[in-house]
């Protein structure tokens, strides 16, 4: 698909074909995470399934981590896109290639050593320790591969190509199920050969985007002296990739300390919280999905100077987000016992049961982020990272507090009414300051015509 330029055209247009491959990649992306948990639940036992749902949020705040400097270089990248400079949009994307090679690797070697410990401060219960070490630090070893997936993905992103990064990781979330029911299903292989498939997968996807690069974009193409490091542009890189990072790690962080809360709980309330965590991804990584598509329209857009253009693809956006939540509520409702079934047999029932009734809450809940999630992306399409970090870190320190308060007495319901309150709170700081950025808002030269001082 060749690059696109959301600076002219039919806006809804725009988002809407943007952000369906996105929509439809990340459903990839979250089906064949859940066919790990389907079928480490079904075919090794709820011990297992456990010890992968204690493992996934350390992960997480990695995948996360990597993401949001990725998304850092793509807000960057999109605005000199917008600007028609494509000389620094090659070195943009040299420098995230660089920096990321050196971070990835010690990322990997870092999670390695410090996984056991770790699960031991989350106090992760001794009979499914053992496996859940093993599971994370397999899944370390991919970092480099997920790091290079997003960076490569982003840049493709970045220039309106959001079609091509959802072949490859379709490619590779059946490549992952396969595999799984292949040698797991099918010859009886444990934990660590369900994390080595993920990362088997994860390599697959970076390479063929790497690939389709050196193949088919010729201003995001490399060659052997262009392989160096800006010093200007890797500060504004980290400048806002950092905060993006932090931002984007917030959740999995207060995740892990969520996971506290629900480990002493036992192994149904764990395999339980596990399972309804996957289903809470349909819901948060498409709206996510949209609000990307809303960074990189606003992005384009502030790189050419087309200040009102961006209100109105805002304005769209937020409806966009609306009518998923409308969808995807509706299902979550009706389905909600079906969905716990997938991930454990009949048998198990007090766990079927657990969950439903955490998703009967989350179907209304799954609203707030919605409009939470459409305001942080046109924060951080107007390079306005501060924001960001402040209302989601406001959010997760809420819902971290009020699930140790509420899951005593509530039990898994205590965590539907933590995110709830996380998020109302989370949309009285945004929306005002919303109002305010538009008022105090003034039109500069665009990033792109501007030098790196």
């Not at 959001?162 to 797991?184: C, Q, Y």
Request: charged share 10%; aromatic share 12%.
């Amino acid at each position: 698909m060749a690059a696109v330029r959301m600076t002219q055209g039919n806006i809804f247009k725009h988002l809407v074909t943007y952000a369906i491959p996105l929509i439809v990649g990340n459903l990839f992306q979250l089906t064949y995470n859940a066919v790990d948990s389907i079928i480490v639940g079904r075919f090794i036992g709820k011990n297992a399934l456990a010890a992968v749902g204690t493992a996934s949020p350390v992960m997480n705040i990695v995948i996360l981590g990597i993401s949001g400097i990725c998304i850092g270089a793509a807000v960057l990248m999109s605005e000199f896109f917008g600007a028609k400079n494509d000389a620094m949009l090659k070195k943009t994307m040299a420098t995230t290639t660089v920096f990321g090679f050196f971070f990835s690797i010690l990322v990997a070697v870092l999670g390695i050593a410090v996984a056991k410990p770790l699960l031991q401060a989350l106090r992760v219960p001794g009979e499914i320790l053992g496996a859940a070490t093993v599971y994370l630090r397999i899944t370390f070893l991919g970092a480099p591969f997920t790091y290079f997936y997003n960076a490569v993905s982003a840049a493709l992103k970045s220039v309106g190509d959001s079609k091509t990064p959802l072949k490859f990781l379709a490619f590779s979330a059946i490549l992952n199920g396969v595999l799984d029911l292949i040698f797991i299903g099918g010859l009886g292989f444990g934990i660590a050969c369900s994390a080595t498939t993920t990362v088997i997968a994860e390599a697959t996807s970076a390479i063929l985007c790497i690939r389709y690069v050196y193949r088919k974009i010729p201003m995001l193409q490399l060659k052997k002296g262009e392989f160096r490091v800006d010093g200007k542009l890797l500060q504004r890189i980290l400048q806002y990739g950092g905060i993006t990072a932090l931002q984007q790690s917030c959740q999995p962080v207060g995740k892990l300390l969520i996971q506290g809360a629900i480990n002493p709980m036992g192994v149904d309330m764990i395999a339980a919280f596990n399972a309804v965590n996957r289903v809470d991804d349909y819901a948060f990584i498409p709206q996510q999905s949209i609000a990307q598509g809303i960074t990189t329209f606003v992005a384009q857009n502030k790189g050419a100077g087309k200040h009102e253009r961006i209100r109105k693809g805002f304005q769209k956006g937020l409806l966009l987000e609306f009518g998923y939540w409308a969808l995807i509520g509706v299902v979550v409702a009706l389905f909600k016992s079906s969905m716990m079934g997938l991930f454990v047999t009949r048998g198990n029932r007090p766990i079927i049961e657990l969950g439903s009734q955490y998703l009967s809450l989350m179907a209304l809940f799954y609203l707030f982020p919605s409009f939470t999630n459409g305001m942080q992306g046109f924060f951080r399409g107007m390079g306005n990272m501060s924001i960001t970090l402040i209302g989601t870190t406001v959010q997760t320190g809420l819902r971290v507090i009020f699930v140790y308060l509420l899951t005593p007495q509530s039990g898994i319901a205590g965590a539907a009414y933590a995110c709830a309150i996380g998020w109302s709170v989370m949309l009285l700081v945004e929306i005002p300051y919303y109002f305010w950025f538009m008022k105090q808002q003034r039109i500069r030269k665009p990033l792109g015509m501007r030098p790196l001082a």
